[in-house]
Every structure is written in structure tokens, then in C-alpha cells.
């Protein structure tokens, strides 16, 4: 009897304390909730982010930054909770800052990395030299001068870099969306990024990415070979796969000297740089080699390795973010480049490259050799307040260069004291919007001490462009 009640009580001690472990748990993911309930964070108009999918997200109603239980990220914006993931960031253009959230890696040229852990925000100018570990195989970099070392693709303020396991890697921000298929070097004016070895240099100084928490990336540097001549071969170092993945290209800025059109005739030029001809030359695959976004439009440089002519048809599907199909546009087999016109800005395309061939039925056979997903760019502008008299607001838009638009409004706007509105616009057409800027006034007999100018109605291509741009400013 006594043994027996030694055993309950030992037991009992075993659940009071399992008891007491699962109440201290519960009491701080009680607290935790709470703590990450009062977190928040109030974006400025004009600024720009990306949900959890990469869709880029451009701030012009109010925005509140949150953050749950799990640390995951969420933004109330426009009645809707948008997904942000763990580390969000996002680029103030206004202030020409980064504000950055969550955890992350700091790494120096001194070859250390501070693990930043925290919920508040971080700011970091523009104008200084950053690089950032943000997950496995996600990097940021931060410098006022950021390019591939061919100078093939150039930008400034940030960059955001992810990798596929392969080693390639889709280069993104507000101006930009890259995918390359090489392995490519990122330069800024302090260090140098070889993004497929996750390797960081800081002149001669190396440092190893993939030491910091680790790396899924399972790209090796293939080693030099040459074929012999004369070999009966038609291997070659730089072969690729049927999905393009091994191609040694990085994808060009410029659209070469390509002019595709979408209405179904392959004429695409034979541009781009010589990095593009000498994995032409090397090729021995249907193989897409490169997809670069622009603004308006997407340039693909490709190849269609058919020696006996058995490929009835190449050709690209291009679908919007809603899937419906925009257009098919076929490539030419003689050709290598290929210009997708006649797109949306700010639109994620999906493209499906196919080729069709007869089988020994004489059925004709249908086969998808590459699939991407790729966002068209939208123009970047902003609006320059020249002067303000006592009767009127001088004003200069600064236009994109590459984003010539053929119509854009321009809006004045002001809440009296007396709580009536005033409310008035310029409209510029194509001839006004050929240069790099556009300036004009307008002219007023009141306003109020609060006055937004803003741009509307900007239409490109004969499509209509969302754009999201404000200057709000006060008047003594």
C-alpha cells in the first residue's frame, strides 16, 4: 500500500510539473500574441514593397505594417491582408531609404556577419554600400551604383537577389526583373557578388555566403574542357538542357537589334551581346537563352537547334496574371532574338515556349521546353514642385526615358478652409511627353494650406498605365 501511494505521488508530481511547463508556454505565446499585436507600422505614400509571390506592391492609400504570432509579416492596405512573409522590405523613394524588417544578415567587409534579430524597422539610406543575407539563397544589396560586371544590366539603390538551387537567379526591384542563366557577378562601388558560388568580395578579400546559415544551392562550377578538333562530337562546355537551365548568358538590358513582333510572324533580329552569340554558337538544344523585362515589352534571345528541319513550329503563349491568353507569337528558326510587344506595365507574364513536330504517325506532337514567369516594368517618374507665388505652382515631372508615354494628366488639389475643394489639371499629349521632362502651372485664386499635385490618366502603347505618383506639400 505504501508503494502504492509513492508511485501516485511521484506521478503526480510528473503531471503538476508537465502542468506547470505547458501554462508557462501558453502564458508566452499569450504574450508573445500580445506583444506582436501592438506592432505597426505606417507606410508613406510612394512607397514600394513585394507580397510573399515577389508582385511588387506601390503604397498610395494608407498602409499599416503588422506583424503575427509567427513573426510572418502582413500589410492593411485597401481592405486587404497582403502576405509579406518574414522579412519584408520595402524602398521609400521619397526619403531614399530602405526600411527593413525581420531577421537578417549584415555582412562587412571585415568578413563578419551581424545577425540583426529584431521587429523593429531598420533604416538604411540609399546612398550607403550594404549587403544583406536575407534567407537561403535571397540576398539584398544596397549601393547607389549596382551592375553585372558585363554592364549588361545596370540600376541603382537596391537590388534583391533569389536563387533557384541551380544557381540561377531572378534580379529584381521597382525598375528591373531579371532572370539569369548564367552564373553572374554583381558589382557595386565597394564589393563584388558571384551570385551562383554565393561568394562576396571586397577587393581581393573573399567571403563564403553559404557559411552563413547555410545554403540549398546546389550549383558546382563545371570544370574547363574543350573538344577536340576533328572529334565527331556536337557536345560543347557551354551545352544546355532542354529547359535552358546550364545556358551561360546573362540577360541583356538592350533589346539588340531585334524587331518581333506578336501578330505571329517570327521576325525577330539577330541581336544582342557577344556573350548571347557565343552560347548561340555553342548550343545544341531548343533552349530559351535569356528573358529580360522592360517597360512595355519582354526580349527573348533563344535557340532552335533543328539540323534536319523536323520542328514543324516554335513558338511562346503568353498568358496575364489572370491566365488568360494575351497572345502566341511565333519564333523564327533561323533567328535568335525575339521582342513580345503590346504588353501591360506592372503585369506578371507567364511564358510558355513549345515547338511542334510530326511523330512517326504522322501526328502532329505538341511539347513545352521552357516555362517562365516574368513582370513587365511600369515608368518611373516623379513630380518636382519649382515655385509657388501667390498665384501660382510652377512644376516639372520628370519623365522615364525608357517609357515614352502618349498621354498623362496632371492634377492639382486642395481642401479650403471653408471645406470646399479646389480641383483643376493639365493634360499633355504625345509631342509634349518626347523628352526626359515635362514643366507647366497652374493658376489659382485659392488654396488651402494643405495641396496635392498628383498624375493621372497616363495612357502608353494605347493602353491605360496605373501610376502612383503624389507630391503633397504645405503652404506658409
Known amino acids: 500500500m505504501r508503494k502504492y501511494d509513492k508511485r501516485n505521488k511521484i506521478y503526480m508530481g510528473i503531471i503538476m510539473i508537465f502542468s506547470l511547463i505547458l501554462i508557462i508556454i501558453f502564458s508566452l505565446f499569450i504574450a508573445k500574441v500580445i506583444s506582436n499585436g501592438k506592432i505597426e507600422y505606417y507606410l508613406d505614400n510612394g512607397s514600394i514593397l513585394y507580397d510573399k509571390d515577389k508582385n511588387l506592391i506601390k503604397v498610395s492609400d494608407e498602409a499599416v505594417l503588422k506583424i503575427k504570432w509567427n ?5 492593411n492596405y485597401q481592405d486587404e491582408v497582403i502576405l509579406l512573409g518574414n522579412n519584408p522590405i520595402v524602398y521609400n523613394p521619397n526619403k531614399d531609404v530602405m526600411q527593413l524588417y525581420g531577421t537578417y544578415y549584415e555582412v562587412t567587409s571585415l568578413g563578419e556577419d551581424k545577425v540583426i534579430v529584431n521587429k523593429d524597422e531598420t533604416i538604411v539610406k540609399t546612398v550607403d554600400s550594404k549587403f544583406y543575407k536575407i534567407d537561403d539563397r535571397k540576398y539584398l544589396l544596397i549601393d547607389p551604383s549596382i551592375k553585372t560586371e558585363d554592364e549588361q544590366l545596370a540600376t541603382s539603390n537596391y537590388l534583391i537577389v533569389e536563387l533557384d538551387t541551380l544557381g540561377n537567379a531572378v534580379l529584381y526591384n521597382n525598375s528591373v526583373n531579371v532572370k539569369t542563366f548564367k552564373p553572374t557577378v554583381i558589382v557595386t562601388s565597394t564589393y563584388r557578388f558571384d551570385i551562383a558560388n554565393e561568394k562576396l568580395f571586397f577587393g581581393e578579400d573573399e567571403i563564403d555566403l553559404k557559411k552563413i546559415i547555410g545554403s540549398t544551392n546546389k550549383y558546382v562550377e563545371p570544370e574547363d574542357s574543350t573538344t577536340e578538333e ?9 551545352q544546355g538542357n532542354d529547359t535552358g537551365n546550364n545556358q551561360v548568358v546573362t540577360p541583356p538590358v538592350d533589346e539588340g537589334n531585334g524587331n518581333g513582333t506578336n501578330d505571329g510572324n517570327g521576325n525577330g533580329g539577330g541581336g544582342g551581346s557577344s556573350n548571347i552569340d557565343e552560347i548561340i554558337d555553342n548550343t545544341r538544344t531548343t533552349s530559351i537563352i535569356s528573358v529580360t523585362a522592360s517597360v512595355g515589352y519582354i526580349t527573348v534571345d533563344y535557340v532552335v537547334y533543328d539540323p534536319l528541319d523536323e520542328l514543324e513550329s516554335v513558338f ?12 502566341v507569337c511565333y ?11 503590346g504588353l501591360k506595365p506592372n503585369i506578371k507574364y507567364n511564358l510558355s515556349f513549345k515547338y511542334q513536330y510530326y511523330d512517326e504517325n504522322n501526328q502532329i506532337v505538341e511539347q513545352e521546353f521552357d516555362n517562365t514567369n516574368i513582370t513587365v516594368g511600369s515608368p518611373s517618374m516623379n513630380i518636382v514642385i519649382d515655385k509657388v507665388t501667390s498665384s501660382r505652382v510652377y512644376y516639372t515631372i520628370n519623365l522615364d526615358k525608357d517609357f515614352k508615354l502618349s498621354g498623362l494628366r496632371v492634377n492639382l488639389n486642395s481642401e479650403l478652409d471653408d471645406g470646399s475643394n479646389v480641383s483643376m489639371h493639365n493634360d499633355y499629349g504625345s509631342s509634349d511627353l518626347s523628352g526626359d521632362k515635362v514643366s507647366g502651372y497652374f493658376t489659382y485664386d485659392k488654396l488651402g494650406k494643405f495641396v496635392t499635385i498628383s498624375l493621372s490618366n497616363a495612357t502608353y502603347n494605347g493602353y491605360g498605365v496605373d ?10
Open 71 to 75: 513573426d510572418q509579416y502582413y500589410l
Open 467 to 476: 501610376i502612383d505618383v503624389k507630391y503633397k506639400f504645405v503652404r506658409s
Open 230 to 238: 576533328g572529334t565527331d562530337s556536337d557536345e560543347s562546355t557551354n
Open 331 to 341: 519564333l523564327d528558326k533561323a533567328s535568335t532574338n525575339f521582342i513580345i510587344t
Open 316 to 327: 511562346v503563349e503568353v498568358r496575364d496574371n489572370t491566365g488568360n491568353l494575351v497572345s
